[in-house]
């Protein structure tokens, strides 16, 4: 069977027929709605900042903008493994759950004389096992993504209750080393050390996103499965590496969490998906799959963090915090569901 070659940008090719150019492309299209997307997230982000150093003059310090971009440092790394698991067309709600095991579960190893560096490296192995154990049952069993990883998410958040009882594990015994990595600053800078590393990976994977043949295969995927297959794409095994992958983030995430905080925690992250998918969809990537750009969704967890940043300056009440990230998901989806409503009308 012939192969076809698989399109180098963000989006799906229009599988329909075009004539002589003079219709634009879906694909086109959607790389238009991408970065308007982006852009629109980057002036409300702006917006907000410009409102808030009026409002309050510790908003704009050096402090206050290290702390911001520290609350969503972990959870970005997480965030762009969403990103592709959305673009891929699936989902994964497990991602939480496995950042809390892969914590609880290196910090039992080391409380147990284990060096730290092992005992991350084996979280990171549970990472993956957790990973392709999602991949397969939605792969090869065939189960839907959100039940697959919804099920996978509370054997592994029930395993981290089960393993460290309940109870916080406390680390503050952690070689200075591995501390350095959460808590760490850049020479005389003020900049925090997992911040730049943060940024680095940021930076690899939006390259790769544009560059690479395999992401782009990702993105064809998600807008047709069937083309996809019909060009020649091995479907199962390149979802089964976005599982995979989203494990891996997740476990080196959880490694980065303790850290950062000194000690690991059963419930740590819970509820964390629901911040990860609104980033993901406020940035452009789309539930339906085929969509997105790393980038888009690190501008969307930046946002929110600017809006949490924002709430607490001004005193409110965590409760509310969290009805206003209810409310942002729920806008974001309705938004990217009644645009692919139009498309399709």
Known sequence: ???????????????????????MSIGKRLRILGGFREATTLVIMILICVVMSIISPYFMTANNIRTTVLSFSINGLVVIAMTVVLISGGIDLSVGAVMALVGVITGSLFLAKVNIWIAAFAGVGIGVVIGTLNGFFVTRVGLSPFIATLAMGNIARGASYV?????????????????????????????????????????????????????RRIYYVGSSEKAARFSGINVTRLRMGVYILAGVLGAIAGVFSISRFNSATPYYADGVEMILISACVIGGASLNGGEGTIFGSILGIALLAVIQGSLILMDVSVYWQQLVTGLILLIA????FLTHRKKKQ
């Open 163 to 215: 393993i460290s009882r309940g109870m916080p594990l406390p680390l503050q015994s952690l070689p200075p080393d591995f501390k350095y990595i959460g808590r760490g600053m850049i020479g005389g800078t003020g900049i925090p050390f997992l911040i730049l590393l943060f940024a680095i990976v940021v930076i690899a994977f939006d390259f790769l996103s544009r560059r690479s043949t395999i992401i």
């Open 333 to 336: 989806v309705s938004l990217d």
């Open 1 to 23: 069977m012939a192969k076809v070659e698989v399109p180098p940008e963000h989006t799906a090719p229009d599988t329909s027929a075009s004539t002589g150019g003079a219709r």
